[in-house]
């Protein structure tokens, strides 16, 4: 065992708005501190480089990758997964319009669309195709072709700038 990892950080956090405390190690990445430790397994580890977007958490507002992250990073930090905004019901209407667009196939990616396609809802407004493209780039999908969830989205953005109207 390398030194990194025998060297172990107190960390204090709010998770899915539930406050954690532990003791990690060094080197872990948030991404594996949220699944081994706390069975918050929506996120999934994949390219453990950042590239593929299926570890994407929001981190005090902000959608980060949870493979490049270490949990020590996240210490006084404000963290939500899949598992929380589902809980909270913050984006049930995302999740209806993936499934009623079938945006979502195997899977595998939805977790991180959902997350990133949040944050970019959360500023608001309708954003353009273009837009919702562009914010959701670094997550991959090998199996939806990408119009179905720019058409998800596009209509939860509509959906909610006409609420926020009424």
């Known amino acids: 065992m390398t030194e990194l990892f025998r060297d172990k950080v107190d960390v204090s ?55 490049l992250m270490l949990a020590a990073q996240a210490d006084g930090a404000e963290v939500w997964t899949v598992e929380g905004l589902t809980d909270t019901n913050a984006i049930s209407d995302l999740q209806d319009a993936f499934v009623e667009r079938n945006a979502l196939q195997c899977g595998f990616c939805t977790p991180g669309m959902l997350v990133a396609a949040d944050e970019l809802l959360s500023r608001g407004g309708v954003p353009s195709r273009a837009q919702i493209r562009e914010h959701l780039s670094g997550n991959y999908c090998r199996c939806t072709g990408y119009e179905a969830i720019i058409d998800a989205v596009e209509s939860v953005a509509k959906g909610r700038a006409g609420k926020a109207k009424a």
Do not use: K, W, Y
Request: a negative charge; glycine letters at 14%.
């Open 13 to 67: 956090m709010t998770v899915n708005g539930e406050p954690v405390e532990a003791r990690v190690p060094a080197g872990q990445h948030m991404i594996d501190f949220l699944r081994l430790e706390l069975g918050l397994t929506g996120a999934h580890a994949s390219c453990e480089h950042g590239v593929c977007g299926a570890c994407t958490i929001r981190v005090d507002g902000d959608a980060v990758r949870g493979c």
